[in-house]
């Protein structure tokens, strides 16, 4: 089982990034994929989920109207969309797949460095 992600980014404030996640050796709708986020000298933070068998999505409060989670069954590749970046939105995005037990992460993607900065 691989997660690999896209390469870092930088951004301006206002603008948005998508960091995608591909993932390889297993069946690609079978497992829920997590983002989770970490910026500078702070915990991890869960931004959302999305189901890529039936395309649900849940995000966290305080991004939602700002984030977008998809996924691409032709190519098998996830992605997290966050728009009207700022400064506080610079951190580590990965995503994580959620375990048969739905109460750990199984596989975890390299992360990508997103910068918000001008």
């Known amino acids: 089982v691989q997660l690999v992600q896209s390469g870092a980014e930088l951004r301006n404030p206002g603008a948005s990034v998508k960091v995608s996640c591909k993932a390889s050796?297993?069946?690609?709708?079978?497992?829920?994929i997590d983002w989770v986020r970490q910026a500078p000298g702070q915990g991890l933070e869960w931004m959302g989920r999305?189901?890529?068998?039936?395309?649900?999505?849940k995000s966290a409060q305080k991004f939602q109207g700002r984030v977008t989670f998809t996924a691409d069954t032709s190519t098998s590749t996830y992605y997290v969309e966050l728009s009207s970046l700022r400064s506080e939105d610079t951190a580590v995005y990965y995503c994580?797949?959620?375990?048969?037990?739905?109460?750990?992460?199984?596989?975890w993607g390299q992360g990508t460095q997103v910068t918000v900065s001008t």
């Open positions: 999305i189901d890529p068998e039936h395309g649900g999505t």
């Open positions: 994580a797949r959620v375990g048969s037990l739905m109460n750990e992460y199984d596989y």
């Open positions: 050796g297993y069946t690609f709708t079978s497992y829920y």
